[in-house]
């Protein structure tokens, strides 16, 4: 391996190395390096922040390394209690496996399928006996796991602690023991049960693992890492556009960290990408155009990421609506004419939740608070909007639903 690779591999994306000097020799070793990453199914969705790992991961598969996904649908059960300050509702065994289900058709959009073994972690605990856990529990204390932060900190505050939760990284840790790991990779809120892992496999006489750690990437509000349940994400499974509007959506002040870390551009150009920022030799929205574009490339191919920028453009710099638009149609019974200029009244809210632009009648309600509904370009002000024959409704940002009349009595969502 050049150095130039050892550099990427170990710099590009990796926030620490545990212990890196060890790693070092294991690489130069030769030997085919057993890698681990688990996945919690609690949510069915990938997004971009878990993308760093696999990204990783990839690139070791690609020097011949056999990489192993574990499927927590154990944990999954408890929740990992990293960086919550409360404690989870268990998900039911079917909410896990429906979830994990999701989670197998987005893991390779990035890990090569062939060259992945995915393991589940109810091969093993599903024989767990009640003697294996007590075993397993006593080799770690208390106050080894109180010392951890966001238990220290929930601890400290009075808020409840669950033994469950305790459980959590000591399940975690004992995954690697099974697979005997060379290698685990997480995000840095991961360090504690990575960790744990190691120190198992030390405790039942096996190599101790090297643990790498990739950042969190921060989200499209510019605040806060990026969680589904912070509505802050970009998910894996989203269309170009929404993928592509959701980039050009973050601060420009994180578009070096997403070249960075989410895309293959090479280093020596992202020096060069900074230092025109830096000296604001280029216009951010072009950068930011280029970020977009790679993004989705990288999921979905480089014609529909042409074409989600062309859209972007028309919609968001030319202010016209997309050449590709939902067209909602309405019965005759409305009072709409295909005669211009015809008028009727519709209740907003309900063609936009029965075109699937909103997921509930609340969420139509906010975006009116908002000011984000426009009929025809103008902004509604109330659920009862006036509505003609070839109205264009904008809901949010991204959402555009064109209204025409049905003669033949029906209502019918489709594409233009």
Request: net charge neutral; glycine share 8%; with cysteine.
């Amino acid at each position: 391996m050049t150095e130039f690779t050892f550099s990427s591999l170990l710099r590009r994306g990796v926030s620490e190395i545990i212990v890196e000097q060890e790693l070092l020799k294991l690489l130069e070793s030769g030997k085919r390096l057993t890698l681990k990453q688990g996945f919690d199914p609690s949510t069915p969705d990938i997004h971009l922040g878990h993308v760093l790992g696999l990204r990783k991961l990839r690139q070791f598969q690609e020097l011949g390394h056999k990489v192993i996904l574990i499927v927590g649908d154990w944990t999954a059960r408890i929740g990992d209690p990293s960086g919550q300050s409360y404690t989870r509702p268990m998900l039911s065994q079917s909410e896990v496996a429906s979830n994990a289900q999701t989670y197998m058709k987005q893991f390779f959009k990035v890990v090569d399928k062939d060259k992945t073994e995915i393991r589940w972690q109810s091969e093993w605990y599903d024989r767990f006996t009640l003697d294996e856990l007590i075993k397993l529990t006593s080799k770690f204390t208390v106050a080894q796991f109180l010392a951890r932060e966001d238990f220290h900190r929930r601890y400290s505050t009075g808020n409840p602690i669950s033994l469950t939760e305790m459980l959590y990284p000591l399940l975690q840790g004992y995954d690697s023991v099974v697979i005997k790991a060379d290698v685990e990779f997480g995000g840095t809120d991961q360090k504690f049960n990575c960790l744990v892992g190691r120190e198992l496999q030390e405790i039942m006489g096996q190599s101790p693992q090297q643990v790498m750690l990739v950042p969190l990437l921060i989200g499209t509000d510019g605040n806060q890492k990026m969680s589904k349940s912070l509505g802050n994400h970009i998910g894996v499974d989203e269309t170009p556009r929404e993928m592509y509007g959701k980039v050009m959506s973050i601060p420009d002040t994180l578009m070096m960290d997403y070249f960075e870390l989410v895309t293959e551009v090479p280093d020596e150009e992202l020096a060069e990408l900074r230092e025109q920022l830096n000296t604001s030799s280029v216009n951010p929205m072009l950068l930011k155009k280029r970020l977009a574009h790679e993004i989705v490339k990288q999921f979905h191919g480089t014609q529909a990421a042409d074409k989600a920028e062309e859209e972007f453009t028309q919609v968001f710099q030319r202010k016209q609506p997309p050449k590709e638009i939902q067209i909602i149609e309405l019965r005759e019974t409305t009072g709409i004419s295909s005669k211009p200029g015809t008028e009727t009244q519709e209740d907003v809210a309900s063609l936009l939740l029965e075109a699937g632009l909103v997921k509930s009648r609340s969420q139509a309600r906010r975006l009116l608070v908002q000011g984000a509904i426009e009929i025809d370009g103008e902004k509604a002000s109330s659920n009862l909007v006036t509505l003609k024959d070839g109205s264009i409704i904008r809901a949010g940002k991204r959402g555009f639903l064109k209204v025409a009349y049905s003669s033949e009595g029906k209502r019918d969502s489709t594409k233009s």
